[in-house]
C-alpha cells in the first residue's frame, strides 16, 4: 500500500514556463516533506522540504505547497529551464522517528527549449 | 568531496555469488540509511545506523542481507547468494543528528545479477 504517490510518472514543459508536480499522502502521522531531484546515474539530491506547520516554502525558482486538509503537496518550478529535466521524488516522514523516509514512485520532468 | 561517497559504483555478479558495498557518510553525520531502488520505483528504506547501533530493519531486509558500521563511520551492506531479484541501485544517505528528517544521498552503487 502506497502512502506516498506520484500520480503522474511524466511532465512535459517549455522553457520558462511553470512546472507543477504533485504529491499525495495517506498517512496523517506525516509531518514532514522533501522533494528530491534525481538525474540518471547518480543519487538523488535534496531540493526543498516542508514541515507540517507550514503551507509554504519558498527557495529560490522553487516552491512547494502544502495542503494538510488534503493530504496533498506541490512543487512550483518558475521559471522552468532544460537543466531542470530529471526525476523528482516526494518523500515523507515523521520527524520524531527520525527514520525511514517514504518515497513516491518520481515523475520525470523534461524541459524542451 | 565533503558528500556521501559510495564503492563500488557499479557491480556484475552472477547468481549465488556474494557481494559487499561500502558507504562512507558525511564525517559530521552518526546517522547512516541503506535504501534500495528498483527501476520505476522510488527508494525503499532498507536499514539505518546510529553510530555502530543498527536500530531498525526493514521487512525488506531479507537473511541474505547484512549490514555493519563497526567504529560508526562507514558502513558495509552484504549480499549473499545474490539472485537476480536483488538487482537494483542500493543507495546510502546520511543525516546530522536528531535531523534524521533531512538525509544526504550518495551516488548509488548499481549491482546487476546475471
Known amino acids: 500500500d502506497q502512502q506516498v504517490k506520484q500520480n503522474s510518472p511524466s511532465l512535459s514543459v517549455q522553457e520558462g514556463r511553470i512546472s507543477i508536480l504533485n504529491c499525495d499522502y495517506t498517512n496523517s502521522m506525516f509531518d514532514y516533506f522533501l522533494w528530491y531531484k534525481k538525474y540518471p546515474a547518480e543519487g538523488p539530491t535534496f531540493l526543498i522540504s516542508?514541515?507540517?506547520?507550514?503551507d509554504k516554502n519558498e527557495d529560490g525558482r522553487f516552491t512547494v505547497f502544502l495542503n494538510k486538509s488534503a493530504k496533498h503537496l506541490s512543487l512550483h518550478i518558475v521559471p522552468s529551464q532544460p537543466g531542470d529535466s530529471a526525476v523528482y521524488f516526494c518523500?515523507?516522514?515523521?520527524?520524531?522517528?527520525?527514520?525511514?523516509?517514504?518515497f513516491g514512485k518520481g515523475t520525470t520532468l523534461s524541459v524542451s527549449s | 568531496d565533503t558528500g556521501v561517497s559510495q564503492n563500488p559504483r557499479h557491480k556484475i555478479t552472477k547468481r549465488g555469488q556474494n557481494v559487499t558495498f561500502r558507504c562512507d557518510p558525511i564525517?559530521?553525520?552518526?546517522?547512516l540509511y541503506w535504501y534500495r531502488q528498483t527501476l520505476g520505483q522510488g527508494p525503499e528504506f532498507l536499514t539505518y545506523?546510529?553510530?555502530?547501533?543498527?536500530?531498525?530493519k526493514s521487512r525488506l531486509l531479507s537473511d541474505r542481507f547484512s549490514a555493519e558500521r563497526p567504529k560508526g563511520s562507514f558502513s558495509t551492506l552484504e549480499i549473499q547468494r545474490t539472485e537476480q531479484g536483488d538487482s537494483a541501485m542500493y543507495l546510502c544517505a546520511s543525516s546530522f543528528p536528531r535531523r534524521g528528517h533531512e538525509q544526504y544521498f550518495g551516488p548509488g552503487t548499481r549491482l546487476t545479477v546475471t
Open positions: 564525517s559530521e553525520h552518526n546517522r
Open positions: 545506523f546510529q553510530n555502530e547501533a543498527q536500530l531498525e
Open positions: 516542508i514541515s507540517s506547520i507550514k
Open positions: 518523500a515523507a516522514t515523521w520527524i520524531q522517528a527520525g527514520t525511514a523516509l517514504i
